[in-house]
């Protein structure tokens, strides 16, 4: 895509950018014989929402996603989810089902369903509007499985979101304070979370100082929320969980005890990786200490 196309998308209206974008996706990936498998064209976008727009004089971050291999993608978006769960560990079991196929060795024809549907979403121009602040202004992913489930078998079941003028109009109303908690207990991909922290931009407050409470019984749905909730900067008090809030009345004990399991776990890899290195470097270092020690053949024949 050249400069020129670029900057006339970064201009467009990003509630009709994002259902552009939506609409491209769910043709493609309507198209491949994997129709079915919602987590991968929506775990595409997300994946492609956290890659950032560079400066609009070096290379073009969309051009070179495009130009890569199926295969080449597919490692891309691998290293995408790794670097998240490294630098936000919290997120790790909520991103998981948007993870999963990546990492179990897709057959060739996912991995090209996959690229195609990626392709569409950035011939869209997908960088123009998730990575600027014009991501702030809409809910994309939120489009997205929207779009997916509606053509899927359990339409009937599809969930309805709440547009985003009437989500703006909402946290207008209800501005946070910075320190409060804020919580949806039908939170979906977070299109009320997204408004109320931009209604707190737009007032000066920092929505990252807010405790950001969600849940909601599509696992898919709180996946792209965990995504959002990096992509929007709701910084790092925010509690997501797969519950029905309807029966389950203490989710957020729950919530709680998952992420700080999840947390430990992390530091334990963490404090293990490091202890393994640190063993490596040790080993390196005496068997170099040994190899200086030993002496040469003019030396041992000398003595």
Partial sequence: MGRSTRRSQTHRDPGQHAAAIAQAVDE????????????????VVAGLSLVGQRDPDGPDP??????????????TLREIYTTLVNARPDLMHLVYPLMEWMFNDPDAALQNAAKRTADAALKQGQLDLTGTDNR??????????????????????????????????????????????VCDP??????????AAQAMREQGRDPATVAWYGADIDDLAVAAAAVN???????????????????????????????????????????????????????????????????????????
Avoid at 170 to 175: H, I
Avoid at 240 to 250: H, I, K, P, R, Y
């Fill in 229 to 303: 909730s990096v992509l929007w900067g709701l910084g790092p008090r925010i509690l997501l969980c797969v519950a029905n809030t309807l029966a389950e009345g203490d989710w957020p004990r729950r919530a709680e005890a998952q992420r700080a399991e999840i947390v430990q776990l992390a530091e334990t890899v963490r404090r293990d990786k490091l202890m393994i290195a640190a063993v490596r470097t040790a080993q390196r270092i005496t068997e170099m200490v040994a190899e200086d020690d030993m002496p040469d053949e003019g030396e041992s024949a000398a003595s």
């Fill in 62 to 75: 969309s051009e070179q996603l495009r130009s890569q291999t199926p295969e080449g993608f597919n490692a």
């Fill in 28 to 43: 493609s990936w309507n198209k491949s014989n994997h129709s079915g498998r919602r987590d991968v064209a929506l775990s």
């Fill in 136 to 181: 702030h202004d809409t809910d994309l992913l939120g489009h997205v499985l929207t779009l997916l489930k509606s053509d899927s078998a359990g339409k009937a079941n599809a969930q309805i979101y709440t547009p985003t003028p009437v989500a703006d109009l909402m946290a207008r109303m209800t501005l946070p304070e910075e320190g409060s908690s």
């Fill in 186 to 195: 039908a939170v979906g991909t977070g299109g009320l979370l997204r408004a």
